[in-house]
């Protein structure tokens, strides 16, 4: 797998990343780098093991379904850059 | 352009469904926060449902045994080895910038769920798997705010997401599967089925092509439907919308999309997303450990399964001799056919049991608007009214018009010392109707020479007249016998 430019383009949407051209070039050679590290990987015959999903072995870390008080909402809405006293503010996202 | 019929004729309709159900827990997925409906913005919340950072989901055990009950419902296999995984995208209600969801090990797989349409068509509707998820919050886009208002009260309530496969052929079948899918929540008491308040949400994937074709169209996702008939009203206007454009020969514009169902006007539209380009990037969910689902566990949960609609449907039918009709009306709500089940427990007649609840009680419940845990009755009342009318103490329109209404005013008494107080017990014994007899027949001797003469339509006159003696109290029957013995003599 190479990263080109439309790739690029496409993961920085995705993430919603901004960067200016210079950036560009620096940014396609450091994830393909990055690629070309992991692919290091595929010299190792797999065959036969199973996909590891998770690096501890523990299994059902589950919570019986009990409530606990919750978050303030003062203190929800402390850090949010825009509020007002019931709701979080954004950007219009519809028409 | 072609009618609706003329265009079921020449295309065929292919819908699958994916309905959304909020689960009944206390506390949301993965944090505790409590999943409660309509309490102020943004109350129930906790640092895990905002995404602050360092924060790590865990697993609401009591979500999966919901999820496994519904997949044993619907006949599903239960995957043993399950993970989460996450599905990536930016929106303002989904702080994580990613849902947690289970994309490769959904835990049900298969099934199925019988259903028979109001014309009496019977199908079955194959699942393709029923997977856990979190809900997002709720956003509001208010025409005189310049911003969205963002509310994540509901942000991690758990949901299950049940998926048919492109099985459904008719409007009325997709009718009948989420009426069905509706019923087995609810008495599985997992969700409360509230379509209105979106704790049940059906999205309909809908294609059409021409009949004969193997190969499936190209399919639209439409959204928004708040009411059972209406998944169905836009069905039929999704239909018709993708017929016409292939009869005016513009099937190669219809797009995959989604688009929404307007309610008042029975139309669907298309929902302008600025965001092209669909690409959810699904990987495995690493803060939650994987969950391995036991044959032990499993067998707990099935030895607790509650009957199910269509087990009671079908011992109603078989085991009490009642018709079809009869056992649809009695277990449309898991309540009602319990009570009819307690019911059934203290009398053998059946069919008189069901008369008396889709009768009395049920317009009285409708009348009031009430659940039948509010009737102010007990099984054993009806039961002691039945057996009152069996024995003939009691005429039917009498149990129906007056002592029924008594006992809801006095719901303490037994129905039969509510009987004897408003005097309504029939007194057939021969003490109080032969000395009756005697004095009418006494009192009328040239009617009685009459009707040995022949006139034969007297006998009414001598029978009212015992009647009227008797207070009304006699059972008419059985004074027509003894007086009829009583004039032959």
């Known amino acids: 797998m190479k990263i080109d430019k439309e790739l690029l383009h496409k993961i920085a949407h995705l993430a919603r990343l901004d960067f200016n051209e210079q950036d560009e070039t620096k940014m396609i050679d450091s994830l393909n780098e990055i690629l070309d590290w992991v692919e290091q990987l595929n010299e190792v015959d797999t065959t036969g093991v199973k996909a590891l999903t998770h690096m501890s072995v523990e299994v059902n870390a589950l919570r019986e379904d009990i409530m606990l008080p919750p978050l303030p909402h003062e203190k929800g809405l402390l850090n949010a850059p825009r509020k007002d006293s019931d709701y979080f503010r954004v950007p219009k996202v519809i028409e | 352009m072609l009618t609706y019929e003329q265009a079921r004729q020449k295309y065929e309709l292919v819908v699958g469904l994916e309905v959304h159900a909020q689960m009944l827990t206390q506390s949301k997925a993965y944090s505790s926060d409590s999943t409660e409906y309509g309490s102020m913005p943004n109350t129930n919340i906790s640092v895990i449902t905002l995404a602050h950072p360092g924060t790590l989901p865990k697993f609401n055990k009591k979500v999966a045994e919901f999820a496994i009950k519904m997949g044993l419902a619907c006949h599903c296999n239960i995957s043993e080895y399950n993970v989460f995984d996450r599905k990536n995208y930016f929106y303002p209600d989904l702080p994580k910038g990613y849902q947690i969801t ?82 087995l929540v609810r008495y599985l008491e997992i969700c409360d089925g509230n379509m209105e308040e979106g704790s049940l949400r059906c999205d309909a994937n809908i294609s059409i092509r021409l009949h004969g074709e193997t190969k499936y169209g190209r399919k639209v996702e439409v959204k928004n439907m708040n009411s059972i008939r209406n998944v169905q009203r836009a069905i039929e206007h999704e239909f018709m919308r993708q017929v016409e454009l292939f009869e005016n020969g513009l099937g190669d514009t219809l797009v995959s999309e989604t688009r929404m169902f307007d309610a008042t006007n029975g139309q669907t ?18 803060d939650l450990q994987p969950f391995i689902i036991t044959q032990d566990y499993l067998n707990s949960i099935k030895t607790a399964m509650p009957p199910l609609p269509n087990f009671l449907k079908e011992k109603f039918m078989n085991t009490y001799g009642l018709p079809e009709y009869d056992a649809l009306v009695l277990t449309d709500t898991k309540e009602i056919a319990l009570w009819f089940e307690e019911l059934c427990s203290q009398t053998t007649n059946y069919k008189a049991a069901s008369n008396w609840m889709m009768g009395s009680v049920k317009s009285y419940l409708n009348e009031l608007n009430l659940p039948i845990a509010q009737f102010p009755l007990q099984p054993s009342q009806i039961a002691e009214i039945i057996g009152l009318i069996e024995q003939n103490k009691l005429s039917f329109s009498t149990a129906s018009q007056k002592l029924f209404p008594a006992l809801l005013d006095n719901p303490k008494t037994t129905a039969t010392e509510m009987a004897k107080k408003l005097d309504l017990l029939q007194d057939s014994s021969d003490d109080l109707i032969m000395p009756l007899i005697a004095a009418t027949l006494a009192k009328y001797p040239d009617k009685v020479q009459e009707y040995k003469n022949g006139k034969k339509g007297l006998l009414g006159l001598f029978v009212g007249e015992v009647m009227k003696g008797s207070k009304g109290k006699a059972d008419p029957k059985k004074v027509n016998e003894l007086v009829l013995a009583a004039l032959e003599k």
């Open chain 2, 269 to 286: 539209y298309s929902l302008r997303s600025k965001e092209a380009l669909n690409d959810y990037r699904y990987f495995p969910e690493p």
């Open chain 2, 102 to 183: 289970q994309d490769k090990t959904p835990i049900c797989r298969g099934g199925y769920v019988p259903v028979k349409t109001k014309n009496g068509v019977e199908s079955q509707v194959r699942l393709n798997r029923i997977h856990m998820e979190e809900d997002a919050g709720k956003s509001m886009h208010l025409a005189e705010e310049i911003e969205t208002l963002v509310d994540l009260n509901r942000a991690g309530v758990p949901l299950i997401e049940i998926v048919t496969e492109p099985d459904i052929r008719e409007p009325e079948e997709a009718y009948a599967y989420l009426t069905e899918i509706r019923k």
